[in-house]
């Protein structure tokens, strides 16, 4: 392999990138066949000493590709760095015929994908695993449109798997004291509700009834992975918007508060997408608390109902006759924009929504015979169980339009986690307050006779 | 499987603990079925919500058997966790039939033992991830009895190699401003040459012409994965006992250095064996230094010839008549014990050791058809050449029996260190310095026309 | 003295503390008596034990009083806390009997008026020096009011002199790493060119061409006593909207810098005036500089001429006669708002604005023979000499208002900065670049044959 | 004054300094007259720009004068930088006139030695706070042989009064995880029980049941002020030696011990002597114990009681008479070095000696009226009551010979601090348990009738 070819290559780049910030014009352009020829140079040093810069240099290079070049170097990856199909038949039949882990050893080290060997060594790069990262975040942009790169995204997901096990994640607080460089990601990345800007982030770290944590990677410095913010309430808060406005505070000091609530849990990270930390957090950060305010007895999320309005308009306002004529016409009121300051209507639409919720909740299952609602299945994995529906708990107008205005109080009762968690994976069992599961009966009523779905 | 039981039992051991401190009687003892059994039912977790404490409490289990029982436990391991044939059977078939990189990545994933999702789910545990280094420091101990974990030793790698990645370490400074938890360690894990006490390790840390670094984990917090120890000098140092001993300081400014030599390297962690840092640790060392006394000019190692003494022995004293007979009689003065203090005799015994020392280096190779000596390996594959061996440069015991009293330095010229490595790499070649050969070649005229090896 | 009423009047406080965040109502206001006997009580402890309780106890109360309670408490505290005149007429006469230094020290120490052991108490709180700091705000504020309370002030620079030495002050880089909870200070207290929000703060302390530091002080954490914002640049930046837009960056790379330009330089804590630092900053932010940029060459201010227009109006404008009939039509056109942008007008002005600015700077004098402008007067006093005037160099409102436009240099030469500031002090010598004193010569023609003054 | 001949000393030394540390001969030794005027220089220059390198150079000068010099430095300081007794004279005048405020001010000001804005002038010097501690060490051993240097002592206790004011003082916790860089001084500096040697240190900070704080101040960085060691113990311990070895723990949990006891208090800095910071730090430390182990119950001392064994000496050994034949006759076996390994005898002493104790602290006074014995002094001052008397408390060499083996428990009771602390400072009450009174009376008892003293 011709390495001055590519040194002179990357010379050119990093000599031009000077340049370029200046003149914007450019001589060479790196292609996909440049990063392919980078990374089987990799792959062929001896993975010590020179592999720092070669990994750091192929890694310059595929920054400069463009969308399209990216694309046409991830299918050429997945093609030219599999495994070698001869030595995985030899290593197989030696395999049948030992039945030992010794073959089965070999077996498994020629069945790995290369790719696995060239993405550890591009991690040497200081700074490789932020950009792998970043990699990954366009190859599931890219996978859309070509399913071949399905194997290339498995093989990420193994590493990251190992990567980023939770026993290499620090969870830092997040408060005013934090470097304004991580505290505007924070704002970028919020991803429940939004925060608009510096003032409304100051609200929301606020000492006295607001805490914030989130999941570090020592090798990718700065950049949060997930976080999740907590409103520190006396009782179970019921609705979203007076926790976010920036309104008078009910605590002033966080000692007197019996509940901490989450309200939004963020993934920051595109290219960790299926890599969760979100149980893992969640139960950190009541160990955390538990031991800044010991008096602290519930710990609930306040969690909107995404999916439901939509729901609600497929089974029973567009597939009319299921539900009884006065329960239809209520939902009708729906339409009108500001039904929920009608306070008559509001009243009458919560006789009928809430409990159509509650039954969503209980009982609409996916195709794995797990609750339907993305938000339920987290929780519910997690061992928390479905304690209540909020009526008008959130009138944004996203609120309106995914949740009919609902939010919902996950509990998470540290006596019960783990065998509602076990109940759950088990049977898919659904925990959930007696309120809840009387809200669900009632929704039977109000259909004709028949169960939903 | 039934999780009472292991609770239970775990119950049972955690408060047995507390007991156990102060009477020191027991009434259950954990053995490998409980060991195997709890990495079962952690196995079969969904990997998620309760795993991380039943890891905690599987490594809890594991700390308090003892070495037979974790034999056991490990040869049962090897067996019980390994993948599955029947899978592997149809995993093949089909990939046989497609050739795909799907059907590649279902013979990947099948032929995984399972082992290595244990480990990674062992690794959730707070602490865990040292402790896995400690249960594979058990593990190669025990492999001498039982060949049979070579298995579970090519699992460890295949994990602690993307765990211990380059990119994941940190270096830093160690000097007396470094926490004496880990100054301790210091102390104890130096194994080139013994730092007997406080006192000494004050002198091997003395700003003025000391340098220590070391590589650290950040799962793995305060202990040290390897450090290198350096000292400032004014030309390249040929004696390690000076720079031993804790006598007048020949630099009072690190500025008026123009050499640095690495004279020790250290591995702290026996269950990080085969994982290597050493070539990593030794250039990000170079660069830091270079920052901080950007007028060093040479770096350089002191090494000892660990084996050259025991070569010299087997090859021409116990085999008589290789060397000429002057020399063959000069090589018999070694044995008295303070030949090194007669400076006659010294001079004598130069004139025939230090050239065999150069053919030793240079010419003498292992199976593979590199150096038989391993310290000559790491650093001319690092890229270093082989550039001065120094008479009398370590006359300890120690030197004085494995190296005759031999040092070595090793230069790491930075515009050669690439030309080196790749060079050493693809033929093998030693690069040395023309004094260094010549030195060579006249041990080949003191031979008696033949060539040694 | 009565401890249980204060006692109790303080637990009262403590509690209302609470109740008052809620209720709003108040049952016992504590008044400037209150106050003064908190003080008798701390000043009669024996200063050790108790004195942190009772120093906390009186600042408590101090932080209740409204203003009125406060001027009235300042107006007892300098009559109630004075020294004791019969003391010091005995300590005079006996030591005018003895003229040595034994009763030197009694009469100095009986002369100390007792408010600075009190000040000195106060300071034992924790957080008592901050609080201390704000008291002397409120007290410089009310001095208008009533002179009296001069005696109180000198007071507080005798000790803030000794507890803010250089000695003791920490200079920390303020960038976007810096927590929010201090970089909102440094929006808050920013006093030269305003900073509007937090993406106008990050264009300041872009690390790519920009620098800020502040000093700290340890006992008073995280509030900034005054700090220095600084623009890396190619050659003397003569404006200074081209610094404070967020438009393209003239460097990517500090490294390219050959000039340090300080355009701000802002006190933060009213309550510090006269207690001098900015000229320690300035000369410690140099070194650090030179440390971390070794390339730079030129350390020089962009700064206003604050009181220049006024001085202008009132000696040209106002009283005519002075200048020639043509110099005087043409200072008239500053009265157009929009001056500056007629090219042509702003020509004129420029042949004599400019030399009447170095004739401003360089020859109009206070009643102490130093320069009338205090800009100048600071950084003369530094050691800076005067090296060029911008036409146009500050075309906001404030700057056309109060600098009729106009910036200087002054230039911080690390090798002439003993001289002159020793020249300055010795002779108040204005030491000039050539430029100048040509402009200033200039100004001279112009004005009809008299010096001006 | 001649700048310029300073500098040029003050160079030829600087270069000087360098050579001397390899050839150690000298051209040009500083005196006390160099440095008097280096002392008038800094007090003449503006006390800002140049003054912190004139700081630097004075104390340069300062550090090479040898103690004959500097003691003749000392001498001239006193003299030459006293107050101008004709503005004192002028000042009074016109405030015996005045009698205001005013005029206090400018007499106060006058009164000031020149040598106190001399020492807050060198203390501009980076690291100056911490030479001029160093000087005043060196002035306190000069001053037994000149008392005419008391003036200056008495400026330096005026100002570290106010630089180590409490405020300013930052508690650190020690432990094994402190930089060695410290520890060490922990090491050099305990003076109650001696530290041997690493080894003896780690047995000291071992977390599981002892603690260690130390004051510092932020501009002396790493020198430690006072610190105090503490052991966790369950019940109040009554001898010092189990709790000085390196023995079995008794503790393995610091949740588990009911009782923090301070068993040594060392002050670090003779310099400082004088400047009291122990009442300060042990309450300090008992809320930071508070917080970390909030089931602390009792905090106590474990104290020696230096001088008690010369005053039984002088009091009824030497004037025989005063006890009783039989009382006498025991105390002679005080004599017997191992009277303390001999049961009988050490129980017949103890009947005696345990008594005699209790007397001697609760009833022997100076001439202050205040206990006799410096240890309790301290405490009781503090807020302590004398709470047990313990035989045999210290059967080390030193504790034999000055405490006749005896340790005491002084209690700090959180209730009761307050209201000890000021009954002896009104009325000199010694807080004490009833079993110590009751000893107290025993010892009345014993003696002839007549009360002691």
Chains 1, 2, 3, 4 share one sequence.
């Not at 240099?57 to 969308?67: F, T, V, W």
């Amino acid at each position: 392999m011709n390495m001055s070819f590519l040194q002179e290559l990357f010379n050119s780049i990093t000599q031009r990138d000077a340049l370029l910030r200046r003149r914007n014009n450019e001589h060479i352009t790196p292609d996909h066949a440049h990063m392919i020829e980078a990374c089987h140079v990799l792959l062929e040093s001896d993975g010590e000493a020179s592999s720092i810069t070669l990994a750091s240099r192929a890694l310059a290079l595929y920054r400069r590709l463009d969308d399209e070049q990216k694309q046409r170097f991830f299918e050429r990856m997945a093609e030219e760095f599999a495994a070698d199909p001869e030595r995985i038949d030899a290593a197989y039949e030696a395999y049948r015929e030992a039945r030992d882990n010794h073959h089965l050893q070999t077996l498994f080290n020629v069945c790995e994908p290369r790719r696995q060997e060239l993405l550890r060594r591009l991690n040497l790069a200081s700074g490789g695993t932020y950009e792998l990262v970043r990699m990954r975040e366009d190859l599931l942009r890219m996978m859309d449109h070509s399913s071949d790169l399905g194997a290339i995204n498995a093989d990420f997901i193994h590493l990251f798997g190992s990567w980023f096990n939770r026993g290499f994640l620090v969870l830092k607080r997040i408060d005013w004291n934090t470097p304004a460089s991580i505290l505007e990601k924070i704002i970028r990345y919020e991803a429940v509700h939004e925060i608009h800007d510096w003032n409304d982030l100051r609200r929301r770290l606020d000492s006295r009834d607001r805490r914030c944590f989130a999941f570090f990677h020592p090798a990718i410095g700065d950049e949060p992975l997930i976080f999740v913010e907590v409103a520190l309430h006396k009782g179970l808060p019921k609705q979203i918007q007076p926790i976010l406005e920036d309104s008078q505070h009910d605590l002033d000091d966080p000692m007197t508060a019996d509940t901490a609530a989450f309200f939004g849990i963020s993934n920051c990270q595109t290219g960790l997408r299926g890599i969760s930390f979100g149980n893992f957090l969640i139960k950190q950060v009541v160990q955390e608390l538990k031991l800044e305010l010991p008096q602290l007895r519930h710990f609930v999320t306040l969690s909107p109902v995404p999916g439901f309005r939509h729901w609600l308009e497929q089974h029973y306002v567009e597939e009319s006759g299921r539900l009884s004529d006065d329960a239809q016409q209520t939902l009708a009121l729906l339409d009108a924009p500001d039904w929920h300051e009608q306070p008559e209507q509001a009243e009458k639409l919560k006789a009928v929504v809430k409990p159509l919720a509650a039954h969503y909740l209980l009982e609409e299952k996916n195709r794995h015979g797990l609750p339907l609602n993305a938000v339920a299945r987290f929780h519910l994995g997690n061992g928390a169980s479905l304690h209540r529906v909020n009526w008008l708990g959130d009138i944004s107008r996203k609120g309106l339009k995914q949740s009919a205005g609902l939010m919902v109080n996950y509990l998470y009762a540290l006596d019960d986690i783990e065998r509602n968690h076990e109940n759950y994976i088990a049977n898919a069992t659904v925990a959930c307050s007696s309120e809840v599961r009387d809200l669900g009966r009632r929704a039977r009523k109000m259909t004709k006779g028949e169960t939903v779905k």
